[in-house]
C-alpha cells in the first residue's frame, strides 16, 4: 500500500470507524453513570447552598492550599500540559478545518507559532510528568499499564502532528497518516480508559460538591 492510499484510508473508511467507536463509547458510559441513578436525599439540608455543584465545578480545578507548593510539578505540569493539549486541538487551522466538515461550525485559529509552541510545551510537560511519575515512589507504585497506555495514546498525537507540520524525519504523506491513526486510536480508546475523565470529570465535580453543600461540607 502507497503512502496516499494509507492516507485515504486514514481519512476514510479508519476514521468513519473511530468516529463511530467514539461516539458509542461516550453514549453507553454516560448512560451507565446516569443509569446507576441517585437515592432521594430525604434530609433536610443543613444550610441553603445553591450552586454548590456549579461552584465545586470550577474550584476543584484550582489546587487545594498548599498543594501547589508542596507538589509544584504535578500542578504546573498538568496546567501547561491541559492549556498546550486545548490550543493544539481546537486552534490549529487544519483541525478547525476538520472540525468544520463534521459540523459546519467554525472559528478563528491562532497563530502557527503559538500552535506550534503550545503542542511543544504539552510534549515536554508529558515528559516531566511521567518522570516525576517514574521517580516518585508513590506515584510509581500506584501507576498502572492504563496510566502508562492513557500517557502514550495522548502523546502520540501531539508528536505526529507536530512531524508531520513540519516534515520531519519522513514522508509528509506517511508522518500525516500516522497522525491521523493515532488520532483515531485515541478515540477508539479514550471511552475505555481512563482518560474518559475527559468527559467524566465535572459530571463527578458538580454531584460531590451538590452532596457537599447540602451537608454543609465545604468543597
Same mark, same amino acid.
Not at 511521567?130 to 508513590?138: E, F, G, K, M, Y
Given at each position: 500500500m502507497s503512502h496516499l492510499e494509507l492516507l485515504t484510508f486514514a481519512r476514510?473508511? #479508519?476514521?468513519?470507524?473511530?468516529l463511530v467507536i467514539f461516539v458509542a463509547g461516550i453514549v453507553l458510559r454516560l448512560f451507565e453513570?446516569?443509569?446507576? *441513578? %441517585? =437515592?432521594?436525599?430525604? #434530609? =433536610?439540608?443543613? @444550610?441553603?447552598?445553591? +450552586?454548590?455543584g456549579l461552584r465545586t465545578m470550577f474550584t476543584r480545578s484550582l489546587p487545594v492550599v498548599g498543594m501547589l507548593k508542596r507538589d509544584p510539578v504535578?500542578?504546573? +505540569?498538568?496546567?501547561?500540559?491541559?492549556? *498546550?493539549?486545548?490550543?493544539?486541538?481546537?486552534?490549529?487551522?487544519p483541525h478547525i478545518e476538520f472540525f468544520r466538515s463534521?459540523? %459546519?461550525?467554525?472559528?478563528?485559529?491562532?497563530?502557527?507559532a503559538l500552535v506550534d509552541a503550545s503542542a511543544v510545551a504539552a510534549i515536554v510537560a508529558l515528559g516531566v510528568l511521567?518522570?516525576?511519575?517514574?521517580?516518585?515512589? /508513590?506515584k510509581r507504585l500506584?501507576? *498502572?499499564? *492504563?496510566?502508562?497506555?492513557?500517557?502514550t495514546v495522548t502523546l502520540l498525537p501531539l508528536l505526529t502532528g507536530y512531524l508531520a507540520a !513540519? !516534515?520531519?524525519?519522513?514522508?509528509?504523506?506517511?508522518?500525516?497518516?500516522? !497522525? @491521523?491513526?493515532?488520532v483515531e486510536l485515541?478515540? /477508539?480508546?479514550?471511552?475505555?480508559?481512563?482518560?474518559?475523565?475527559?468527559?467524566? /470529570?465535572?459530571?463527578?465535580?458538580w454531584y460531590n460538591g451538590d452532596i457537599f453543600g447540602r451537608k454543609g461540607i465545604a468543597s
Open positions: 476514510g473508511s #479508519a476514521l468513519n470507524w473511530a453513570i446516569f443509569g446507576l *441513578g %441517585r =437515592k432521594p436525599d430525604l #434530609a =433536610k439540608p443543613r @444550610i441553603n447552598t445553591p +450552586g454548590s504535578t500542578y504546573i +505540569g498538568g496546567y501547561v500540559f491541559h492549556f *498546550g493539549l486545548l490550543i493544539a486541538i481546537v486552534f490549529s487551522a463534521l459540523t %459546519r461550525l467554525g472559528w478563528s485559529n491562532f497563530p502557527t511521567l518522570a516525576h511519575r517514574l521517580n516518585n515512589p /508513590v500506584l501507576s *498502572g499499564f *492504563g496510566d502508562y497506555l492513557a500517557w !513540519h !516534515h520531519l524525519f519522513v514522508e509528509y504523506t506517511l508522518m500525516l497518516a500516522l !497522525h @491521523i491513526f493515532s485515541l478515540m /477508539v480508546l479514550l471511552p475505555f480508559t481512563k482518560l474518559f475523565h475527559t468527559f467524566s /470529570v465535572f459530571i463527578s465535580r
